[in-house]
């Protein structure tokens, strides 16, 4: 049997259509208390929440579907009054549209994913900026291309229990919230999750609440994530990583330099991604970007032991992966963020300074003996003396 | 006009007009390349960027120039080798006492405090000045080049720091040549009388009474560079011949490994990790 035995449900609908019928004045009001912003396509007969509570609060509440997945249909309660929608009052039949009456159709639908790729549709009525971004995803992208594990609103934010995210005045992202983020997206990205819990990032942020590391929305952004594997997304990774990175009033506090941009883009290296950022954004290069040194969820600090790349025999790992046949010394050739000083790659410094004063002594000395030559041309011509 | 002014003078066969030729495109080619890799958040760098199909391939315009130069000084170096072992030529290029003597006279000259301008001979002392600026300069920047051409075959014996060093140098080389063929040889060749000798391969008697006194003086003389007699020349080519066929082969050679000794870096970069995207956790209770 797939439906809720009805037989169970039967004693209550006596009560429920007595209840409906002396609520009837104040449920129009409750649904006119939602608020303004929120457009209700409100059903010729409303049903309130607890209408439905009444059967969907019985615990291990649960239907079998056509592929043998159960599904539960116990709401709890407690966690939805406490949910944003909740507390805001959200009818379920502002989603559960088509569920307005009592006794009600089943629910038709073959598995567990495909109540979520259908019904996560109905978020827009609200959310239509965030619906909106969505569908330029790459979740979005997955889905159409027929992927149903791709998320939906309803995977990250389960709709019955989902508390605010933002503060309601600012905007801002709650701390609780962010600290929760890549908790989210571990459900789908397990693996990842774990490569970025360990990482200096994800260590900082689990461990210690720190919220000024990125979590996972920083750099792939919220609801409108895109394709982290592109050419564009690669070429563009320096400008995503400098966002904090050259940011002192983060970096400060942990005695980073904000130098790393610059560096890098004085640099052979950072010298082409850059243009190829600005003038070829979606061409390959095989130029470096700052994850193929530093890592990318696995991000560790540059003075670890094991992996980090300030120690030279790390980073010739590192610098073997694109170019096979380097050296012992051949790391060096990489000014490793420095800028070249007397105590840093002091030949690079002196050969700067050497240039600095050579090149104005030669052009300064040829430009002053041309400047002679015309004016002694020019004094000849006015004297009228034909030049030796 | 005079008669001397029709009585015409050798200055250059059409091999080291050639040569010339060669050392201008190229050199042209590789300031014109090299320039927008040392400042191409500027404007002008931006727009050859952009004009001759962006960095990649500018980097190969730039190497392939390179190329040609190297050629054109293997080439220049040969044929000094047969113009001094051969036909024994006064080494009139090398730098004298004389020339510095000269190059203060003739700024005293136009400064006004001597009356006569320095009387020289083959070449003055600014074309011997721009002669071994450019040598300089294209020792300067074959060898910082290799080391940017060739940084993995450069730190199996160098520090690695030499590398951006070469870099830091080359740049400031680059910036150095190109103004001073801007200011020197421009004006040198260009405004202050426009000498066609480089193209023409020849003088008027009047223009090397003005600027080269002393060789028309040595040529009228019949002291100049004389051509030695047939068999002497066949003696010294049979001599020069092999040893230069040698000395050829060494220089391809080096060009070829220039070019040829490593591949830098791979042209594909693999994914860093091969990473299953989805993977999700152990369901929840």
């Given at each position: 049997m797939r439906r809720p035995k009805l037989t169970h449900i039967f004693p209550f609908l006596a009560g429920i259509v007595l209840v409906a019928l002396v609520m009837a004045g104040s449920r129009s009001e409750t649904a006119r208390a939602a608020p303004d912003a929120i457009p209700v396509n409100a059903p010729a007969v409303q049903m309130d929440n607890s209408d439905c509570l009444v059967?969907?609060?019985?615990?291990?509440f649960t239907t079998s579907l056509p592929n043998d997945e159960k599904l539960v249909l116990t709401i709890d309660e407690d966690k939805f009054n406490k949910s944003v929608h909740g507390e805001n009052q959200i009818?379920?039949?502002?989603?559960?549209?088509?569920?307005?009456?009592?006794?009600h159709d089943d629910?038709?639908?073959?598995?567990l994913r495909e109540i979520a790729t259908t019904y996560?549709?109905?978020?827009?009525?609200?959310?239509a900026e965030q619906y909106n971004k969505v569908l330029d995803s790459v979740h979005q992208r997955a889905l159409a291309g027929g992927n149903t594990n791709a998320a939906v609103c309803?995977?990250?934010?389960?709709?019955h229990e989902q508390t605010r995210?933002?503060?309601?005045?600012?905007g801002e992202i709650l701390i609780t919230a962010r600290l929760h983020i890549p908790q989210t997206c571990a459900s789908c990205h397990s693996t990842i999750y774990d490569a970025y819990k360990n990482s200096v990032h994800g260590n900082a942020l689990t461990?210690?609440?720190?919220?000024d590391v990125p979590t996972?929305?920083?750099?792939?952004?919220?609801?409108?994530?895109?394709?982290?594997?592109t050419v564009t997304f690669r070429n563009s990774t320096p400008f995503l990583c400098a966002?904090?990175?050259?940011?002192s009033t983060i970096m400060d506090k942990y005695g980073i330099s904000t130098n790393v941009l610059n560096s890098y883009v004085a640099d052979f290296h950072g010298t082409t991604v850059k243009l190829f950022e600005e003038e070829f954004p979606g061409q390959p290069t095989n130029k470096p970007v700052?994850?193929?040194?530093?890592?990318?969820?696995?991000i560790s600090k540059v003075?670890?032991?094991?992996?980090?790349?300030?120690?030279r025999e790390n980073l010739l790992i590192k610098c073997q992966r694109?170019?096979?046949?380097?050296?012992?010394?051949?790391?060096?050739?990489?000014?490793?963020h420095y800028e070249p000083s007397p105590e840093h790659y002091p030949i690079v410094y002196y050969v700067n300074l050497f240039y600095k004063f050579f090149i104005p002594t030669v052009l300064g000395g040829m430009t002053f003996f041309v400047i002679t030559d015309i004016y002694r041309r020019i004094v000849n011509r006015v004297k009228g003396v034909r030049h030796s | 006009m005079s008669k001397s002014t029709t009585n015409l003078y050798l200055r250059f066969p059409v091999l080291r007009r050639i040569e010339h030729l060669i050392m201008l495109l190229s050199f042209t080619t590789l300031g014109l390349t090299g320039l927008p890799q040392k400042y191409p958040e500027s404007s002008p760098g931006a727009f050859v960027l952009n004009i001759l199909g962006g960095i990649e391939t500018l980097r190969l315009i730039h190497r392939s120039a390179a190329i040609v130069m190297m050629f054109g000084t293997a080439y220049h170096i040969l044929v000094m080798g047969y113009s001094v072992f051969?036909?024994?030529?006064?080494?009139?290029?090398l730098p004298t006492i004389q020339d510095a003597k000269d190059g203060i006279q003739a700024l005293l000259y136009n400064i006004g405090i001597v009356k006569t301008y320095p009387q020289m001979g083959r070449y003055t002392f600014e074309e011997k000045l721009e002669y071994w600026a450019f040598a300089w300069g294209a020792a300067v920047m074959g060898a910082t080049g290799f080391f940017m051409w060739n940084p993995i075959t450069a730190t199996q014996y160098l520090p690695g720091q030499f590398v951006p060093a070469a870099k830091a140098a080359h740049g400031g080389e680059a910036v150095l040549a190109v103004l001073a063929i801007i200011i020197w040889h421009m004006y040198g060749v260009h405004i202050k009388r426009f000498n066609k000798a480089m193209w023409t391969g020849t003088q008027t008697e009047h223009e090397m009474l003005h600027e080269h006194p002393l060789e028309l003086a040595d040529i009228k003389a019949g002291i100049a560079d004389r051509r030695p007699d047939a068999a002497t020349l066949r003696k010294r080519k049979l001599f020069y011949y092999p040893i230069a066929a040698i000395v050829t082969v060494v220089m391809l050679g080096g060009i070829f490994g220039f070019i040829?000794?490593?591949?830098?870096?791979?042209?594909t970069i693999t994914p860093l990790t091969e990473t299953e995207i989805y993977v999700p956790q152990t369901p929840q209770p």
């Open positions: 059967c969907h609060n019985r615990p291990k009818a379920c039949t502002d989603c559960h549209a088509d569920f307005t009456s009592f006794p629910l038709k639908a073959n598995s996560y549709t109905t978020c827009q009525q609200c959310h309803s995977d990250c934010h389960n709709p995210i933002t503060n309601k005045d600012s461990e210690e609440n720190n919220t996972c929305i920083d750099c792939h952004g919220v609801h409108n994530i895109q394709d982290p594997t966002k904090c990175h050259t940011d700052c994850t193929d040194c530093h890592g990318v969820h696995n003075d670890n032991i094991e992996a980090g790349i300030a120690l694109c170019h096979p046949g380097a050296t012992a010394n051949f790391p060096a050739a990489w000014m490793s | 051969v036909l024994r030529d006064q080494m009139s290029m040829n000794a490593e591949e830098t870096a791979l042209t």
